[in-house]
Nanobody, 114 residues
Framework: QVQLVESGGDLVQPGGSLRLSCAAS????????MGWYRQAPGKNRELVAI???????NYRDSVKGRFTISRDSAKNTIYLQMNSLTPEDTAVYYC????????WGQGTQVTVSS
């Protein structure tokens, strides 16, 4: 059973930065892709960023230029560096890993507020 453990969520002021981590129980290369999704209260879960096995990345438009997804294969971990945060980025952030099945982490809360 694949386990994904997120960390790094916090309360941050607008304009601030956070880095989220997602540690997988297996190699990051065993998945077709891994990514970050988020869900704000009363809204649907939405894609934030993904990184494929080959290293290609994709971002939702609203985070392009502010967020960066990366991975450390030696640590079986992916990261989401988030800069210039706004209140609209407030959500629970989930890590996802996908091969023949989809696996989700438990989520980590990011709150952007003054």
């Amino acid at each position: 059973q694949v386990q994904l453990v997120e960390s790094g969520g916090d309360l941050v002021q607008p304009g601030g930065s956070l880095r989220l981590s997602c540690a997988a129980s297996g190699s990051v290369f065993s998945f077709n892709y891994m990514g970050w999704y988020r869900q704000a209260p009363g809204k649907n879960r939405e894609l934030v960023a993904i990184i494929t096995r080959g290293g290609s990345t994709n971002y939702r438009d609203s985070v392009k230029g502010r967020f960066t997804i990366s991975r450390d294969s030696a640590k079986n971990t992916i990261y989401l560096q988030m800069n210039s945060l706004t209140p609209e980025d407030t959500a629970v952030y989930y890590c996802k890993a996908s091969n023949v099945m989809d696996y989700w982490g438990q989520g980590t809360q990011v709150t952007v507020s003054s």
